[in-house]
């Protein structure tokens, strides 16, 4: 921690190393990792969800780089890095807010491009090409300057993400930034050090297949917390901050922590599991003294929500899936598999890791993102308006608590009535994503596809004084589903468990895409 006022100043929406430095804020020092980062390797990609902490930590390396010492003063690197010679510094960021045609792509590259090539006096030279603009650019500023250029390229993904549901301006994209980000291989001669930063990982951009010299730090042990902010800086840098929203919230400092760790901690971005906060829900919620969903409130995962229901996944997945590590490091946007972009998005981190097989278990990273992520979800599977969707979610609560299956059921089935003919493609999956989103919501622990010595069934859902047992059948009978349980002996694990049970079978109809019958034992 640097800041000496009593007052914490929090550098929320800040991106400029140079002016958090100028107006005192909290700064948590990272630059022992950046100085190991520059002085191990040359050419690196990084991948991080967004309001992780990737543009400062860009714009901490150009200060560095530019030789300004004074900004390091008492920070990890001034004492690590012997040169401190000002280099020429090319810093492209491309978090435009705007990618509509591709005029905007070549002006947004343009702009920055023009003053540096004021500076390095680059001559303009007819109608070229932004990727031909900036291999003159490079080696003008290395000629110029004899010292060999350092590459900054922020967001490097962001046109791409922009223009996901515009197929052949993406395509025109990717054929400027193909040519573009390869002068990073065509001028290797003339650079030092180069960065590129990014929520995902492209496939089909080929800058990854083109550079092979490019290395992907992005599930390295060494630079998992190089963004973000660990538990232990935490406590180092943010005590008065901690001990303010402990007195906002009436608790004790210990379940202050506690609180800040279940909603904005968990995420791992290596097979090490190193511990990492959301800096931007974390400061948001140690300024504004109060727990919320500030990360995910600040964009709307719309794209996500249609991939999921296109791929038909169970969303009870999401919370224990199983992915070898190219899948989760290479994204399509069109193809059908959402996986690879909820991880490099947030909404998924790593919670555990196969070494011998090179499989990660993915999850929710915190109960910021599942709650609100599930709560956007459900009007993506259900046909009622919002308002009305979270009125009927008070009701089942009562119902469910209460032990009134015949009227959660009754509820539900009126619930599902009213789904358009064409809004399900795969019924039963579908009302099995509809089942596991309203029970989670409610706030119960609900387990899918519940694992027995004899099968599994469907769902079951707990309570302080109920257990209920769902088995769901599609065109056949609720009796069928009933039948099964009893069969299968679903119920058995719980024959010692004081609380009521019910064992509840459930048939959906084809014909009505809806619950046709359902018996309640």
Same mark, same amino acid.
């Not at 005029?103 to 920055?112: T, Y």
């Not at 492209?202 to 297949?209: A, R």
């Not at 399900?424 to 009302?431: A, F, M, Q, S, W």
């Not at 004899?454 to 302080?464: E, I, K, N």
């Given at each position: 921690?640097?800041?000496?006022?009593?007052?914490?100043?929090?550098?929320?929406?800040?991106?400029?190393?140079?002016?958090?430095?100028?107006?005192?804020?909290?700064?948590?020092?990272?630059?022992?990792?950046?100085?190991?980062?520059?002085? %191990?390797?040359?050419?690196?990609?990084?991948?991080?969800?967004?309001?992780?902490?990737?543009?400062?930590?860009?714009?901490?390396?150009?200060?560095?780089?530019?030789?300004?010492?004074?900004?390091?003063?008492?920070? #990890?690197?001034?004492?690590?890095?012997?040169?401190?010679?000002?280099?020429?510094?090319?810093?492209?960021?491309?978090?435009?807010?705007?990618?509509?045609?591709?005029?905007?792509?070549?002006?947004?590259?343009?702009?920055?491009?023009?003053?540096?090539?004021?500076?390095?006096?680059?001559?303009?030279?007819?109608?070229?090409?932004?990727?031909?603009?900036?291999?003159?650019?490079?080696?003008?500023?290395?000629?110029?300057?004899?010292?060999?250029?350092?590459?900054?390229?922020?967001?490097?993904?962001?046109?791409?993400?922009?223009?996901?549901?515009?197929?052949?301006?993406?395509?025109?994209?990717?054929?400027?930034?193909?040519?573009?980000?390869?002068?990073? &291989?065509?001028?290797?001669?003339?650079?030092?050090?180069?960065?590129?930063?990014?929520?995902?990982?492209?496939?089909?951009?080929?800058?990854?297949?083109?550079?092979?010299?490019?290395?992907?730090?992005?599930?390295?042990?060494?630079?998992? %917390?190089?963004?973000?902010?660990?538990?232990?800086?935490?406590?180092?840098?943010?005590?008065?901050?901690?001990?303010?929203?402990?007195?906002?919230?009436?608790?004790?400092?210990?379940? /202050?922590?506690?609180?800040?760790?279940?909603?904005?901690?968990?995420?791992?971005?290596?097979?090490?599991?190193?511990?990492?906060?959301?800096?931007?829900?974390?400061?948001?919620?140690?300024?504004?003294?109060?727990?919320?969903?500030?990360?995910?409130?600040?964009?709307?995962?719309?794209?996500?929500?249609? &991939?999921?229901?296109?791929?038909?996944?169970?969303?009870?997945?999401?919370?224990?899936?199983?992915?070898? #590590?190219?899948?989760?490091?290479?994204?399509?946007?069109?193809?059908?598999?959402?996986?690879?972009?909820?991880?490099?998005?947030?909404?998924?981190?790593?919670?555990?890791?196969?070494?011998?097989?090179?499989?990660?278990?993915?999850?929710?990273?915190?109960?910021?993102?599942?709650?609100?992520?599930?709560?956007?979800?459900?009007?993506?599977?259900?046909? /009622?308006?919002?308002?009305?969707?979270?009125?009927?979610?008070?009701?089942?609560?009562?119902?469910?608590?209460?032990?009134?299956?015949?009227?959660?059921?009754?509820?539900?089935? /009126?619930?599902?009535?009213?789904?358009?003919?064409?809004?399900?493609?795969?019924?039963?999956?579908?009302?099995?994503?509809?089942?596991?989103?309203?029970?989670?919501?409610?706030?119960?622990?609900?387990?899918?596809?519940?694992?027995?010595?004899?099968?599994?069934?469907?769902?079951?859902?707990?309570?302080?004084?109920?257990?209920?047992?769902?088995?769901?059948?599609?065109?056949?009978?609720?009796?069928?589903?009933?039948?099964?349980?009893?069969? &299968?002996?679903? #119920?058995?694990?719980?024959?010692?468990?004081?609380? &009521?049970?019910?064992?509840?079978?459930?048939?959906?109809?084809?014909? %009505?895409?809806?619950?046709?019958?359902?018996?309640?034992?």
């Amino acid at each position: 921690m640097t800041q000496t006022t009593d007052t914490p100043r929090y550098s929320i929406g800040i991106q400029s190393f140079e002016k958090l430095r100028g107006e005192n804020c909290i700064y948590v020092d990272k630059t022992e990792q950046i100085y190991n980062l520059i002085s %191990t390797g040359s050419y690196y990609f990084l991948s991080r969800p967004r309001r992780f902490g990737k543009s400062l930590l860009m714009s901490t390396m150009e200060a560095f780089f530019l030789g300004k010492r004074e900004l390091f003063k008492g920070l #990890a690197i001034d004492s690590l890095a012997d040169d401190w010679e000002p280099r020429p510094v090319i810093h492209i960021d491309l978090n435009a807010k705007s990618y509509e045609t591709r005029q905007d792509l070549l002006e947004i590259i343009g702009r920055q491009l023009t003053p540096l090539e004021s500076i390095y006096r680059v001559t303009p030279e007819g109608d070229l090409s932004v990727d031909s603009r900036f291999a003159r650019l490079v080696s003008a500023a290395y000629a110029s300057t004899g010292r060999k250029v350092a590459i900054l390229i922020d967001e490097y993904d962001k046109p791409l993400i922009s223009t996901v549901r515009d197929e052949p301006l993406q395509d025109t994209y990717r054929s400027i930034l193909k040519g573009f980000y390869g002068v990073l &291989k065509s001028c290797d001669a003339d650079i030092h050090f180069a960065m590129l930063t990014g929520v995902t990982k492209f496939s089909k951009v080929s800058i990854f297949s083109d550079l092979n010299n490019l290395e992907d730090i992005t599930l390295d042990d060494q630079y998992a %917390t190089i963004c973000g902010i660990t538990p232990q800086e935490l406590t180092d840098n943010f005590g008065r901050g901690i001990d303010d929203l402990a007195g906002r919230l009436g608790v004790g400092r210990e379940q /202050a922590v506690e609180t800040l760790r279940k909603n904005y901690d968990g995420y791992h971005f290596s097979p090490g599991l190193h511990d990492v906060y959301n800096p931007y829900s974390l400061l948001s919620a140690l300024k504004k003294r109060y727990i919320g969903s500030f990360w995910f409130e600040t964009a709307t995962p719309t794209v996500l929500a249609d &991939k999921l229901r296109e791929s038909r996944m169970n969303l009870h997945d999401l919370e224990d899936e199983r992915v070898a #590590a190219p899948r989760m490091m290479t994204v399509d946007l069109i193809s059908d598999d959402p996986i690879p972009v909820l991880f490099q998005s947030g909404y998924l981190t790593i919670k555990g890791f196969d070494a011998r097989f090179r499989r990660f278990t993915l999850g929710y990273p915190n109960r910021e993102v599942k709650e609100a992520f599930l709560n956007f979800l459900l009007p993506y599977y259900t046909p /009622a308006p919002t308002e009305r969707t979270a009125f009927d979610i008070v009701e089942f609560v009562d119902d469910v608590e209460q032990g009134r299956p015949d009227d959660f059921m009754r509820r539900l089935s /009126a619930l599902f009535s009213g789904y358009p003919y064409d809004m399900v493609t795969d019924c039963e999956r579908h009302y099995h994503n509809v089942l596991y989103l309203a029970f989670t919501l409610m706030g119960f622990q609900v387990r899918a596809e519940y694992r027995t010595s004899d099968g599994r069934c469907d769902a079951v859902l707990q309570t302080d004084r109920f257990i209920y047992i769902f088995e769901f059948k599609y065109d056949k009978s609720a009796s069928e589903a009933l039948e099964q349980i009893s069969r &299968k002996r679903y #119920a058995n694990p719980f024959d010692a468990d004081p609380r &009521k049970l019910f064992r509840i079978g459930v048939n959906f109809s084809p014909a %009505t895409r809806s619950i046709d019958d359902f018996i309640i034992e």
